[in-house]
């Protein structure tokens, strides 16, 4: 049969034209004092009244409709923080009038200004000049610092519509000015619907760009995927240049992108078709990052499970980044051959076992031992294994200590422990590769130092990889707004990700050996845009992570063939 343009076991050629066509950190609290300025001309003065008094003070504070602006829980909750320097008399005062902040904001404020020794309280004057810029009558609800640039963004919120709608206005903290607004409101559900939708409309001014996004949620009201995304770029005068259209595809999981034009022409980003009479599933990207760099993403399969990736980076001038070509063929339901870039493999399972031997240069030979490398659901991993690619194969020997098993419905729950070297799984081979790229990661040391201190990881601390990351990620946060960010935060977070600024480079090394692998199918719809935004958007990374996992493959060339 061939797929694509490569022939594998031996079947006849089919036609082969192309397709037409959200969080706040935890913050440690250091002990601190807010002192009295001694010149008050240039630094606040901060009154200090007894806690009691201050109390008294603030359970009195009306709003405009001359209700109590702070209940009971409030005051004491003001009580409480005000004792450890967090939240002052003073800060209420100033945010009480001019904004509809609840306690619980103000004291969010507090403690960020604490932890960044904000003894001139800074960040409140910006909110307060902020919120000067709103529209007449509206008071901001509260404010958040952008998870994504912390130094240079924020936004404030507030509700309208009867609260239905929740509104943000996006600032440079610098100014401070609007640079963005949005708002977000949940969409019509159908009767005897599992699912309902959460509308996000939102406007960049930086870079003339208007989207609307609407994201499905289950009747739980956790995020269930993106059903549709449609961006509208303007230039300065406000003249239409191009429409950015996200729509769900064919394949389950996959979404169809597709350009359109003022003049009517279109151009496919994103295409993914099922073939009606022999099933095949084939997935054309031809995309391209801010910067111009072209990503080119062809896979295809068949109901049998033979499949092929061509993956293609290149640069704006014209030269190859990355290439790689695989392919996986199903012989019968126990033997497999598989290949990539020139390297072949042999993959065979009985009972008790699988083996993979590279039957194109080393000769090298692996075994995955079920009762020794798998417990809990067998029959999940074993069927999992069955389709992953020989060079991973080695990879799960090298890196991993053990694999068990989840039923399936627990697919996203999903995790490598780096301390065991055991991967928590169910039968999916892309969240598979994801976890075996944290094995990877956490594997490649170098010298017996290394290996006990844990320093010097190939990928989560090559200089290349996130230098080339870092500045995929300024490039990004340029070209797009929060709404778009929010597809990828698990990547680009500077604030707020549980690992820190740079933990979101761990899942993108991560992701990075799955995107190159695999696609995202229905079992994990609900982050197939995270992954397209990745391929799309972070080529150049993705091809220095693939750079540095063929290291392996050098030295073993080295030891084969010699110097």
């Known amino acids: 049969m061939q797929i694509g343009n490569i022939n594998i076991g031996g079947f006849k050629k089919t036609d082969d034209k192309p397709a037409t066509t959200r969080s706040w950190i935890n913050i440690g609290i250091k002990p601190d004092k807010f002192e009295k300025s001694a010149d008050t001309s240039s630094k606040p003065l901060r009154r200090y009244i007894s806690l009691e008094d201050a109390a008294k003070k603030i359970s009195e504070m009306k709003n405009d409709r001359g209700e109590a602006r702070f209940d009971e829980k409030e005051v004491n909750l003001f009580k409480e923080h005000a004792k450890n320097g967090i939240v002052h008399y003073e800060m209420v005062t100033k945010l009480a009038d001019t904004t509809e902040f609840k306690m619980g904001s103000i004291i969010e404020l507090g403690a960020r200004m604490k932890q960044h020794e904000d003894k001139e309280w800074k960040l ?16 901001p609800s509260g404010f ?20 239905t709608e929740k509104s943000h206005f996006d600032y440079s903290k610098d100014k401070p000015e609007i640079i963005g607004k949005s708002y977000s409101y949940i969409g019509n559900a159908k009767v005897g619907s599992k699912n ?10 930086r870079n003339n760009l208007k989207s609307r996004k609407e ?21 300065k005068n406000g003249k239409l240049l191009r429409k950015d259209i996200m ?6 999981g996959v979404h169809n992108i597709r350009y359109e034009f003022p003049d009517g022409k279109s151009r496919d980003v994103v295409k993914a078709t099922v073939d009606s009479k022999t099933g095949i599933k084939t997935i054309k990207k031809d995309m391209r990052s801010p910067d111009g760099t072209r990503t080119e993403f062809l896979y295809e399969d068949d109901p049998k499970g033979n499949r092929i990736i061509d993956y293609k980076i290149t640069g704006t001038d014209g030269k190859l980044i990355m290439k790689n070509s695989q392919t996986f063929e199903v012989v019968d339901d126990n033997h497999f051959i598989s290949s990539k870039n020139g390297h072949k493999y042999d993959i065979k399972v009985d009972e008790k076992s699988l083996k993979v031997k590279d039957i194109m240069h080393s000769g090298k030979e692996a075994s995955i031992e079920f009762d020794n490398m798998i417990s809990g659901n067998k029959d999940e991993i074993v069927s999992l294994l069955k389709k992953i690619p020989g060079e991973e194969l080695f990879e799960v020997v090298d890196c991993c200590n ?14 490598y422990n780096k301390l065991t070297k055991e991967i928590n799984m169910a039968d999916n081979l892309f969240v598979f590769l994801h976890e075996l790229g944290h094995a990877k990661d956490g594997e490649r040391v170098f010298g017996m130092k290394d290996i006990k201190t844990g320093t010097n990881k190939v990928y989560a601390q090559n200089p290349t990889i996130k230098k080339t990351y870092i500045k995929e990620r300024e490039e990004f946060n340029k070209a797009y707004p929060q709404a778009q960010r929010e597809h990828i935060d698990y990547f680009i977070k500077k604030e707020g990700h549980y690992a820190g600024e740079f933990g979101g480079l761990n899942e993108v090394i991560a992701e990075a050996n799955a995107v190159t692998n695999s696609y995202t199918n229905g079992d994990v719809k609900c982050i197939s845009t995270r992954s397209q935004y990745l391929q799309q958007h972070f080529p150049k990374t993705i091809a220095a992570i693939q750079e540095a996992m063929y290291y392996k493959d050098d030295i073993e060339a080295l030891k084969y063939y010699g110097t």
Not at 147 to 160: Q, T, V
Not at 219 to 232: A, H, L, M, Q, R
Not at 247 to 252: L, Q
Not at 402 to 415: E, Q, Y
């Open 144 to 163: 958040a610092i952008s998870s994504f640039e912390p130094d240079s963004e924020l936004s404030l919120r507030y509700y309208n519509k009867g609260r």
């Open 196 to 205: 309902i939708t959460y509308v996000t409309v939102s406007e960049d001014y």
């Open 215 to 235: 994201e499905i949620l289950t009747n739980e009201g956790y995020p269930d995927g993106i059903k549709s995304e449609t961006i509208e770029r303007y230039n």
């Open 124 to 139: 409140l004057d910006t909110i307060l000049e902020c919120a000067k810029e709103l529209p007449d009558g509206v008071k």
């Open 247 to 252: 729509t769900e595809s064919d394949i389950e």
């Open 402 to 415: 053990g694999i068990k098993g989840n039923d399936h419905d627990k697919i996203l729950n999903s995790a």
